[in-house]
């Protein structure tokens, strides 16, 4: 196999991550500004519930969506590399897709430009998911996962930024569509993959192997992927119970939107001012995590972050009040970019097979995009509760998603293979 092309230097990490950067820009964007395209075309006691199901749909495609595409890469033999070419291909389908979803004007057309942005993610970032177990050297990874985490957290500040300055939510999808573009070019240049074993490139067939459901199930054998899995499953259920139902909180809950005497006028301004403060001072802590991941360990991090994350929800939970709720999104943001700083190192130190690096990462996508499913179900729930009593399931929501996050970083003191 040829060497790696892994450089400890920032302009190494910030290329590779370039497309993580997008990603993370792409979906934050989507997740504030969708459910107010929602809103537009369907009748207020059910929007949460039209949302919720546009959301749940993409989740059970990317459920098997990321696995299939990493699965296809670690058998994929070009002159460009394995991952690569998938991550060319998924990034031009996703700009497209995006394009489709800024013109959409109907719940059915936002629901199949919805489907189609998720399996063209799906082709680039399956395979893209590898690259810190492909390149990165394991005492460098808590650094590699910090880095990727602060350009993840970076991204929503430039997501909230082009929501703000471009205001029409058609143009703000051109624009990330775009940006899509420029950062997969960017990680193209600089991101050199090794080739593939010399073994795999004798063996008669061994370039496309019969796919079976073994495949999927091979990686839960190993009980740290399993509870590594299950920790993030939890936090991405909390974290979506949030993200999906803020915009529709501020609404419907949060009658005067000021903050700190400044009157932000709309739930949309609300909204992005809430994710600036979550995504500033969760750049901050990826920043001191990614100093401290690889020397203290993955799982310490984690479950510090854990109880921060959840003692912040409740009285975001509990009180309506728009300056208490950005008070409160400024303590959450700096320890869930703490908590994202380790939590990739995490899964790539338990990765069962070398063999399918990019499969199994894939299977772990999936339960960052599973809680989906239920979190968009939830939005029933929630309108259920709004009407017994007005604000009841917002509350509701967000108490689980406390116990969400504190129950899924405590999980990781099991695993056995990291530190």
Same mark, same amino acid.
């Given at each position: 196999?040829?060497?790696?092309?892994?450089?400890?230097?920032?302009? %190494?990490?910030?290329?590779? #991550?370039?497309?993580?950067?997008?990603?993370?820009?792409?979906?934050?964007?989507?997740?504030?500004?969708?459910?107010?395209?929602?809103?537009?075309?369907?009748?207020?006691?059910? /929007?949460?519930?039209? %949302?919720?199901? $546009?959301?749940?749909?993409?989740?059970?495609?990317?459920?098997?969506?990321?696995?299939?595409?990493?699965?296809?890469?670690?058998?994929?033999?070009?002159?460009?590399?394995?991952?690569?070419?998938?991550?060319? $291909?998924?990034?031009?389908?996703?700009?497209?897709?995006?394009?489709?979803?800024?013109?959409?004007?109907?719940?059915?057309?936002?629901?199949?430009?919805?489907?189609?942005?998720?399996?063209?993610?799906?082709?680039?970032?399956?395979?893209?998911?590898?690259?810190?177990?492909?390149?990165?050297?394991?005492?460098?990874? *808590?650094?590699?996962?910090?880095?990727?985490?602060?350009?993840?957290?970076?991204?929503?500040?430039?997501?909230?930024?082009?929501?703000?300055?471009?205001? /029409?939510?058609?143009?703000?999808?051109?624009?990330?569509?775009?940006?899509?573009?420029?950062?997969?070019?960017?990680?193209?240049?600089? %991101?050199?993959?090794?080739?593939?074993?010399?073994?795999?490139?004798?063996?008669?067939?061994?370039?496309?192997?019969?796919?079976?459901?073994?495949?999927?199930?091979?990686?839960?054998?190993?009980?740290?992927?399993?509870?590594?899995?299950?920790?993030?499953?939890?936090?991405?259920?909390?974290?979506? +119970?949030? +993200?999906?139902?803020?915009?529709?909180?501020?609404?419907?809950?949060?009658?005067?939107?000021?903050?700190?005497?400044?009157?932000?006028?709309?739930?949309?301004?609300?909204?992005?001012?809430?994710?600036?403060?979550?995504?500033?001072?969760?750049?901050?802590?990826?920043?001191?995590?990614?100093?401290?991941?690889?020397?203290?360990?993955? /799982?310490?991090?984690?479950?510090?972050?854990? %109880?921060?994350?959840?003692?912040?929800?409740?009285?975001?939970?509990? $009180?309506?009040?728009?300056?208490?709720?950005?008070?409160?999104?400024?303590?959450?943001?700096?320890?869930?970019?703490?908590?994202?700083?380790?939590?990739?190192?995490?899964?790539?130190?338990?990765?069962?097979?070398?063999?399918?690096?990019? /499969?199994?990462?894939?299977?772990?996508?999936?339960?960052?995009?599973?809680?989906?499913?239920?979190?968009?179900?939830? #939005?029933?729930?929630?309108?259920?509760?709004?009407?017994?009593?007005?604000?009841?399931?917002?509350?509701?929501?967000?108490?689980?998603?406390?116990?969400?996050?504190?129950? #899924?970083?405590?999980?990781?003191?099991?695993?056995? *293979?990291?530190?």
């Amino acid at each position: 196999m040829s060497k790696p092309t892994f450089q400890d230097k920032p302009f %190494w990490y910030l290329g590779t #991550g370039a497309y993580w950067f997008v990603t993370s820009l792409k979906w934050f964007v989507l997740f504030l500004l969708q459910p107010l395209q929602v809103a537009e075309v369907v009748p207020g006691g059910e /929007k949460n519930g039209a %949302w919720g199901m $546009i959301v749940a749909i993409g989740a059970f495609e990317a459920m098997i969506g990321p696995a299939l595409m990493g699965w296809l890469s670690d058998r994929t033999q070009t002159r460009f590399g394995r991952r690569r070419p998938f991550l060319a $291909i998924g990034a031009a389908l996703t700009s497209v897709a995006l394009l489709l979803l800024g013109q959409a004007n109907s719940l059915v057309m936002m629901a199949v430009a919805y489907l189609f942005l998720q399996i063209s993610d799906d082709v680039a970032t399956g395979p893209y998911a590898a690259l810190i177990y492909d390149q990165v050297p394991e005492n460098h990874r *808590g650094k590699a996962s910090g880095i990727l985490s602060m350009l993840q957290l970076i991204a929503q500040i430039v997501a909230v930024g082009i929501g703000l300055g471009l205001g /029409k939510i058609a143009l703000i999808y051109v624009a990330v569509a775009v940006i899509n573009v420029i950062c997969a070019l960017i990680t193209l240049a600089i %991101w050199h993959e090794p080739g593939a074993p010399e073994q795999r490139k004798h063996e008669p067939g061994a370039a496309l192997p019969r796919i079976t459901p073994a495949a999927w199930i091979e990686p839960f054998r190993s009980p740290d992927f399993r509870w590594v899995w299950l920790a993030r499953f939890l936090v991405a259920f909390g974290f979506y +119970l949030i +993200l999906l139902y803020v915009s529709n909180y501020l609404s419907d809950r949060v009658h005067q939107l000021t903050l700190f005497g400044l009157n932000l006028k709309t739930p949309k301004n609300g909204a992005l001012a809430a994710a600036l403060g979550i995504s500033l001072s969760g750049a901050i802590g990826s920043g001191i995590a990614a100093r401290l991941t690889d020397s203290l360990g993955r /799982k310490k991090i984690i479950g510090l972050a854990g %109880w921060v994350m959840a003692a912040a929800l409740i009285p975001f939970a509990l $009180i309506p009040n728009f300056t208490v709720i950005f008070c409160v999104a400024l303590v959450f943001g700096l320890a869930y970019g703490i908590y994202l700083s380790a939590s990739l190192a995490l899964a790539a130190d338990v990765l069962p097979d070398p063999e399918a690096a990019a /499969k199994d990462m894939g299977i772990w996508q999936a339960s960052v995009s599973t809680p989906q499913i239920l979190t968009g179900a939830v #939005g029933l729930l929630v309108d259920a509760g709004n009407r017994l009593s007005g604000g009841m399931g917002y509350t509701l929501a967000f108490l689980i998603s406390s116990a969400a996050f504190l129950t #899924g970083c405590l999980l990781v003191t099991r695993v056995k *293979g990291s530190s």
